[in-house]
């Protein structure tokens, strides 16, 4: 195969069971997508301005062998599809979980979770404040959990943090790849990023804790909570506005 398609493959291999599945008959994702556009070009509008700004500063940045080649403002053409492909994913894991298990206890417990991570990133937020990756990242997933659970009372956040816990695993998988291509070779807390050999991922571990999940740093853990609660947030905001429409028109 030629490494050119790498990153490409990656992206794929993440949201082809779930384009595929989004038709089955007890899920039906395609009549939310609507509503996943919206919030995944909400979403993109705040982090890939972000993502283009940390690439322009070597925060970090792409090995263009791995890439088609193709880029725009510093970013591979599969860096824009990465904000779709994973969105996708995830929120379809969400809306399956939301759909086939609404009422669980579980949620519940996971709530509790929520506010650990809240302060946990919080804390490594302003620990590490003069680290730009950790920094940004860290405090806005704790910004965007302090929304949700004290301010919005958001009777999903238990979900989510239920559905973010269970796509940990393949987010393992998928972004291993990325940031090393032979990830388990590594050891599980990896405190030596410097002698990952290849990856489609670079970063400058002097703006980040410096501590590698395998290959994945530690940050990018909050990195996706971020992303993801946001995508959640904006997809039920606007699931809430269409339901309420056909109320209104039912009237």
Known sequence: MN???TYLLVELSCIAVPLISSFH???QFFVAWKSLIVAILGMMALFIPADILFTHWGVWGFQEKYTLGIFFFNLPIEEYLFFICIPYASVFTYYCLRKLLPASRTYNMFT??????LFLNLF???TFYYRIYTFTYHLFAAILLAWHLVWRK???IGLFTFTYSLILIPFILSNGVLTG???WKYPLLNVHPELINSCIVWYDDLENLGIRLFSIP???IAY???MLITTVTLFEAMEARKIASIQLTKK
């Open 112 to 117: 509790s979770i929520a506010w650990v991570y």
């Open 218 to 220: 530690l940050d990018d």
């Open 181 to 183: 291509l032979a990830f």
């Open 25 to 27: 008959p007890k899920i």
């Open 3 to 5: 490494e050119k398609y």
């Open 124 to 126: 490594i937020a302003i």
């Open 154 to 156: 958001s009777n999903y």
């Open 224 to 226: 996706g909570c971020s």
